[in-house]
């Protein structure tokens, strides 16, 4: 069932109500400055938190400055984040950004995206191969204070489950969706507190329901039911 647009707006509103009596108020880790958290989310890419930090530790001790990563052998950055799996791919990738960042800046500063609009400065970072919807958002949303609504494997299919998206909608789509559903305050806890969700209540195999204080609104509870 796919609900008109006003009535996706009340029940995303009532979803991240009942979310905040249930895990509070959620802290974003310690914000880091936005060319950071681009590589800390390229990094994070198909591995979990931990390994993400390992390999981002790993790396800046081995090269304190972006530019010593960007200028490095790649075999030694691939070494250092060889944590966060696909070392291959993403050792490339992060130096390629940085290059291209360098070449179209002049530095490594990003903040001057925060004089841009949402659109705009999410288009000028998903040019770069290897930063999807995804990983854009999340670099607006909490390194640049953009508003963007960042969408994860676990808000994915907690809001096909809930029927906050329709289910065919791919997970790209699913960004600008979500974010018009939701109120732009609002994204940064909500996002965080859905992943939560997922994670601990709504798993992907078997979710636990009956912990869940949503099933009223929820979609593929009442067809279980």
Not at 159 to 173: F, I
Not at 184 to 189: A, F, I, L, R
Request: aromatic share 8%.
């Amino acid at each position: 069932m796919h609900e008109d647009q006003d009535s996706l707006i009340n029940k995303a509103a009532t979803i991240y109500e009942r979310l905040l009596d249930l895990f509070g108020f959620p802290e974003w880790r310690d914000p880091l400055p936005a060319i950071d958290e681009l590589v800390s989310t390229i990094l994070s890419q198909n591995t979990n938190d931990r390994n993400r930090d390992v390999a981002f530790h790993a790396l800046r001790a081995r090269f304190p400055t972006w530019e010593e990563i960007r200028d490095a052998n790649p075999e030694d950055v691939v070494k250092e984040i060889r944590t966060a799996g696909l070392a291959n791919q993403k050792g490339p990738r992060i130096q390629q950004v940085l290059k291209q960042i360098t070449e179209e800046c002049g530095n490594l500063n990003l903040d001057f995206l925060k004089s841009y609009s949402a659109d705009d400065a999410q288009a000028w970072l998903t040019r770069f191969n290897g930063v999807g919807p995804k990983t854009a958002s999340i670099v607006l949303q909490f390194a640049l204070g953009i508003p963007a609504f960042p969408v994860d494997t676990h808000i994915y299919r907690v809001s096909g489950r809930l029927g906050l998206r329709p289910e065919k909608m791919t997970a790209d789509q699913a960004h600008p969706h979500l974010a018009g559903c939701f109120q732009p305050e609002s994204y940064g806890p909500a996002h965080l507190n859905l992943i939560r969700l997922g994670r601990e209540i709504c798993l992907a195999r078997k979710p636990k329901c009956d912990l869940c204080p949503l099933t009223d609104l929820c979609d593929y509870y009442q067809a279980q039911s």
